[in-house]
């Protein structure tokens, strides 16, 4: 709430925000927790499904990616895509740019002011990623098989800036897995990386896991 409202009132010529930026953005930011809600009921009830179509992988990034452009550029962050063409997932539109939506917006929440994000998309063999990876707060490896926990939060260092899951990533990878596909998390040197993988169309769920290795 206090990131949108900050971005609103830069928007309405304001270094500084207003009670009336929060409440003007209240439905909206209410709407979208409600959102991640029924994203999560829709992948765990049986008889709800989403509307399955062919999509193109790299036309709902660059959606994503452009609506998250402005707040990175307000905090100086360098949002860079890299996106092979003609990448086709079949799944639920909406809920795929959920699932996207979701890691851009813990990146940019967490990335270094001046830092880079990185989103891309591509093709290993018979299945399909996409990928975000920041230069925020890294994941020690006795976090990372829970970092797609519901309400996961790693160890605070006291920095006020530590990666925690909420429902935001317990919801990517239910919407991943959904759609037979799965999560993945990597690290590095102050930097993580968060793939998602679908299997090409053709494949369906019977082409083994995906590649060990992250893409990026």
């Given at each position: 709430?206090?990131?949108?409202?900050r971005?609103?009132?830069?928007?309405?010529g304001?270094?500084?925000?207003?009670?009336?930026?929060?409440?003007?953005?209240?439905h909206?930011v209410?709407?979208?927790r409600?959102?991640?809600?029924?994203?999560?009921?829709?992948?765990?009830?049986?008889?709800v499904r989403?509307?399955l179509?062919?999509r193109?992988?790299?036309?709902?990034?660059?959606?994503?990616?452009s609506?998250?452009?402005?707040?990175?550029?307000?905090?100086?962050?360098l949002?860079h895509?890299?996106?092979?063409?003609?990448?086709?997932?079949?799944?639920?539109?909406?809920?795929?740019r959920r699932?996207v939506?979701?890691?851009?917006?813990?990146?940019?929440?967490?990335?270094?002011?001046g830092?880079?994000?990185?989103?891309a998309?591509?093709r290993?063999?018979?299945?399909?990623?996409?990928a975000?990876?920041d230069?925020?707060?890294?994941?020690?490896d006795?976090?990372?098989?829970r970092?797609f926990?519901?309400?996961?939060?790693a160890?605070?260092?006291?920095?006020?800036?530590?990666?925690?899951?909420?429902?935001g990533l317990?919801i990517?990878?239910?919407?991943?897995?959904?759609?037979?596909?799965?999560?993945?998390?990597s690290?590095?040197?102050?930097r993580?990386?968060?793939?998602?993988?679908?299997?090409?169309?053709?494949?369906?769920?019977?082409?083994?896991?995906?590649?060990?290795n992250a893409?990026l």
């Open positions: 709430m206090f990131a949108a409202a971005a609103l009132a830069l928007l309405r304001r270094g500084y925000v207003l009670p009336e930026d929060m409440s003007d953005l209240a909206e209410v709407g979208h409600l959102v991640d809600w029924n994203a999560t009921a829709r992948t765990t009830v049986p008889h989403f509307t179509a062919d193109e992988l790299t036309t709902w990034i660059v959606l994503d990616a609506a998250f452009a402005p707040l990175a550029a307000e905090r100086g962050q949002l895509r890299s996106l092979a063409p003609g990448l086709t997932v079949i799944g639920g539109h909406d809920a795929l699932a939506g979701n890691l851009l917006s813990n990146a940019v929440r967490l990335a270094p002011p830092s880079l994000i990185t989103v998309a591509g290993d063999g018979s299945w399909l990623w996409t975000v990876r230069e925020g707060p890294g994941i020690g006795d976090d990372r098989a970092v926990d519901r309400f996961w939060r160890k605070g260092n006291g920095g006020g800036r530590d990666r925690h899951a909420g429902l317990a990517v990878r239910q919407i991943v897995e959904s759609h037979g596909g799965q999560v993945a998390c690290h590095g040197w102050g993580a990386t968060f793939v998602l993988w679908f299997p090409a169309p053709g494949h369906g769920r019977t082409n083994g896991g995906p590649p060990e893409p």
